[in-house]
C-alpha cells in the first residue's frame, strides 16, 4: 500500500542519487575549476560582487528562490488532478529541468562575468535579442511584485488566509507585520555585525536564527503597533523594495537570505516529521482525469505551468543571474548551490503536495493553498508542542508562509534595476536609482485602488510566463554551448519540452484573456501583456535560428 513515509523515502534516495550521478554529470560537462577567478573576485566592490561563503550563499539563494511558487502550485493542481501527476512531475521535471535550469544558468552567468541571463542572450543571439530578453524579464518582474506585494500587504491588514476562521487574542494582521518588520531588523543587524566584527558564522547563527524564530511570538505580543489600510502597506512594501534594491548585499539580502532559510529549514523538518511519524492516511486521489476535476482544465498543458517553480522556474535563473552569481567564491560551489537548491525547492514542493494529500476533498473546497498549507504545517508543529498548542502551531505556519513571500519582492526589484540599468547603460547610483524606481512605480500604480486579494488574477500568466522564461534562458545556453562544441542534448531537450507546454499554455491564456475583457480591466492588462511576451518569445526564437544555422 502507498503512503506518505514510502513516497518520501523513494523521493529523498531519487533525488540524492539524481544529485551525485546525474547533477554530477551535468557538472562535468561545464569543467568547473577553482584556479579561475569568479566575478566575485574579479569585480568585487562590496556592493553587489561579494565573495561569499557556499553556506552562507546556499541559504540567501535557497531563500530567494523558495517563495509561494512551489507551495502553492502543487496543492493546486493536486485538487485539479490528483496527486500522482503532480508527484511523477515535480520528480523528473526538478532533476532534468529544473536543477539542470538553474545550474547551467549560474554557470554560463559566471563565465560571463557575472552578467544577467538577458545579457548573454544579447551576447548569445544578438543585440536585439538581448533587448527582447530584457522586457520579457522586466515584464515578468513586474507580476511577480504585483502578487507578492498584494499577497503581503493582504497579510499585513489581517487578511493572512491561513489564519481565516480561527479565533485569536491578538491582531492576526499586526503580528504578521510586527514579526516581518522584526525579522528585517534583525537581517540589518547581523549584516552590520557579519562586515565589522567578522564573527565565525556559526556563533551568528546560534545569536540570530532563534531570534528569527523568536519574531513569529515577538508579532504576537505587539500586533496592535501596526495596524494600517491596505494601501498604506502597498506603498510601505513598495518604498521598501526601491530601498533594499540599492542596499549592499551584504546588509540586507546575505543575511536575510539567511535566515530566511532555517525558517524554510524548519518547514522542511516539520514536513519530514509529519510525513514520517504523523500517520497520516492519503485521502485525495491519486489521478482525477485527464481534464481535471473539474472538467475544463486539460492536465496538458495546465498541470506543468500550475506546479510552476516547484519542477521548474524561469524566475530561478534571474536569481542565479542577476545576484547568485556576483557572490560566488569558487566555480565548485555552483554545483551545490545551483543544482543542489533546486532539488531542495523540489523537497518544499512535496511536503506542500503531501500536506494537501492528507486532507479529504469534502474538507478543503474553497480553501486557498496558503490556507491548507498553513494548517498542515501546523498539524505537523502539533506532533512536537501537542495538540493543544495548535492556534500557536498555525500562527507559526501562517508567518512563515509571509516570509517566503516577502523574501522575494526586494530580490525581484534588485533584478528589475540590473536589466533597466543594463538596457540604459545608466551606471552608478543615478542609474541604480532610476531602475529601481522605475521597476517599482509600475507594480505600484497597478496595485494603487485595487483590493486585497487581486494577485490570483496575476497569478495563472505569471506561472505561464515564469516558465516559458526557463525555456529560453535554456535556448541561449543551448546555443553557448554548441559554440564551444559541448554536449547540448541536457539542455536542448528540456528547452524544447517546456517550450511547447508553455506556448500552449500561454496562448490559451491570451484567448481567454481577450474574451473575459470588458474595457480597459485587469483581464484587459493580462491579454496585452499575454501578447506582448509571446511576440518577444518568438522574436527571440527567429533569432535563435538565425544563429544556429550561421554557426
Known amino acids: 500500500m502507498i503512503s506518505l513515509p514510502l513516497i518520501a523515502v523513494v523521493f529523498i534516495v531519487f533525488v540524492g542519487l539524481a544529485y551525485h550521478f546525474y547533477g554530477g554529470w551535468v ?34 539563494h535557497f531563500s530567494a528562490i523558495a517563495a509561494a511558487g512551489p507551495i502553492a502550485g502543487p496543492i493546486v493542481a493536486c485538487q485539479q488532478f490528483g496527486w500522482l501527476p503532480c508527484l511523477l512531475w515535480i520528480s523528473l521535471g526538478v532533476v ?7 545550474f547551467s544558468t549560474l ?13 548573454i542572450t544579447g551576447t548569445q543571439l544578438g543585440k536585439r535579442a538581448g533587448q527582447a530578453m530584457m522586457v520579457f524579464i522586466w515584464i515578468a518582474l513586474v507580476y511577480i511584485i504585483v502578487a507578492f506585494t498584494d499577497i503581503t500587504a493582504g497579510s499585513f491588514i489581517g487578511r493572512t488566509e491561513e489564519l481565516e476562521g480561527l479565533e485569536l487574542g491578538f491582531n492576526p494582521g499586526g503580528a504578521v507585520a510586527a514579526a516581518t518588520i522584526f525579522y528585517m531588523a534583525l537581517s540589518l543587524i547581523m549584516g552590520l555585525t557579519e562586515r565589522f566584527l567578522k ?23 505587539y500586533s496592535h503597533v501596526f495596524v494600517m489600510e491596505l494601501q498604506t502597506w502597498i506603498l510601505i512594501i513598495c518604498a521598501y523594495c526601491a530601498i533594499g534594491s540599492v542596499l ?15 525558517i524554510l529549514y524548519s518547514a522542511l523538518a516539520l514536513g519530514v516529521i509529519g510525513m514520517f511519524f504523523g500517520g497520516y492516511e492519503i485521502q485525495q486521489p491519486a489521478f482525477t482525469g485527464w481534464q481535471g476535476i473539474s472538467g475544463a482544465t486539460n492536465l496538458f498543458p495546465f498541470l506543468f505551468v500550475t506546479i510552476a517553480c516547484g519542477a521548474c522556474s524561469g524566475f530561478h535563473g534571474l536569481v542565479c543571474s542577476g545576484t547568485t552569481s556576483k557572490q560566488v567564491d569558487k566555480e565548485s560551489h555552483m554545483h551545490g548551490v545551483g543544482y543542489g537548491a533546486m532539488l531542495a525547492e523540489g ?21 486557498k493553498p496558503g490556507t491548507i498549507y498553513g494548517r498542515g504545517i501546523g498539524e505537523f508543529l502539533t506532533l512536537i508542542i501537542g495538540k493543544e498548542n495548535i ?18 519582492l526586494d530580490v525581484s526589484t534588485r533584478l528589475g534595476r540590473y536589466l533597466l540599468q543594463e538596457l540604459t547603460g545608466l551606471k552608478g547610483k543615478l542609474g541604480a536609482w532610476v531602475g529601481t524606481l522605475a521597476t517599482i512605480f509600475v507594480p505600484w500604480l497597478i496595485l494603487r485602488g485595487m483590493e486585497a486579494g487581486m494577485w490570483s488574477k496575476f497569478w495563472t500568466l505569471f506561472g505561464a510566463s515564469n516558465q516559458l522564461l526557463a525555456a529560453l534562458s535554456l535556448l541561449t545556453i543551448t546555443l553557448w554551448l554548441k559554440a564551444r562544441g559541448q554536449k547540448v542534448a541536457f539542455t536542448f531537450l528540456p528547452m524544447l519540452f517546456v517550450l511547447v507546454i508553455t506556448f500552449w499554455a500561454l496562448g490559451d491564456l491570451v484567448a481567454t484573456n481577450w474574451t473575459a475583457s470588458q474595457g480597459f480591466d485587469v483581464a484587459r492588462l493580462n491579454a496585452l501583456a499575454a501578447t506582448a511576451l509571446v511576440l518577444l518569445a518568438i522574436f527571440m526564437l527567429g533569432s535563435a535560428w538565425g544563429q544556429a544555422k550561421r554557426k
Do not use: C, E
Not at 107 to 119: L, M
Not at 248 to 262: A, D, I
Not at 393 to 408: I, K, L, Q, R
Open 248 to 262: 549592499p548585499v551584504w546588509l540586507l539580502l546575505q543575511p536575510r537570505g539567511y535566515l530566511g532559510g532555517y
Open 27 to 60: 557538472a562535468r560537462q561545464f569543467q568547473p575549476d577553482d584556479g579561475r577567478a569568479t566575478p566575485a573576485h574579479t569585480h568585487k566592490d562590496g556592493v553587489d560582487y561579494v565573495p561569499t561563503n557556499r553556506f552562507y550563499l546556499f541559504a540567501q
Open 391 to 408: 492556534l500557536i502551531a498555525t500562527t507559526f505556519g501562517a508567518m512563515a508562509f509571509s516570509t517566503f513571500v516577502f523574501d522575494t
Open 107 to 119: 554557470v554560463a552567468s559566471v563565465r560571463h562575468g557575472g552578467h544577467s541571463i538577458a545579457d
Open 96 to 102: 532534468l529541468v529544473g536543477a539542470v535550469h538553474d
Open 199 to 221: 564573527p565565525p558564522l556559526w556563533l551568528s547563527t546560534v545569536i540570530f536564527v532563534p531570534l528569527a524564530f523568536a519574531a513569529s511570538w515577538v508579532g504576537t505580543l
Open 347 to 367: 523537497f518544499v514542493a512535496l511536503i506542500a503536495l503531501a500536506v494537501v494529500m492528507i486532507m479529504a476533498p469534502a474538507d478543503i473546497v474553497g480553501l
